[in-house]
């Protein structure tokens, strides 16, 4: 994505921030942290400019979870 819009972008920068997240999380019993290159790229196909669109996902997330979950019910385990 750097490649396409023409920016600079150091190559370790997010390996260091992804292994600290890893180490300080490690401290605190959290769940591990990968990349998220295919949040970004679907952001990227549908024309998100700002961090807004994060926000967006995690209300729309947050809404789902808790007006539609009864409906999640009835489906088998694997599907979810």
């Known amino acids: 994505l750097a ?3 023409e ?6 920068q ?8 890893n180490v300080i999380g490690s401290m605190f019993s959290c769940y591990p ?4 290159f295919s949040r970004s790229a679907v952001n990227n196909s ?3 400019q ?4 994060g926000l967006i996902t995690s209300l729309v997330m ?3 979870l808790g007006f539609l979950t009864p409906l999640f ?3 088998p385990k694997f599907v979810l």
């Not at 997010?14 to 997240?21: D, M, R, S």
């Not at 700002?50 to 669109?53: A, F």
Request: glycine share 12%; hydrophobic share 45%; net charge negative.
């Open 62 to 64: 947050l809404m789902t």
């Open 46 to 48: 549908t024309g998100a």
């Open 73 to 75: 019910y009835y489906l």
């Open 50 to 53: 700002t961090q807004l669109s």
């Open 7 to 12: 920016y600079e972008l150091p190559a370790g």
């Open 14 to 21: 997010e390996l260091i921030a992804l292994g600290a997240a």
């Open 33 to 36: 942290v990968t990349g998220s």
């Open 3 to 5: 490649a396409k819009h």
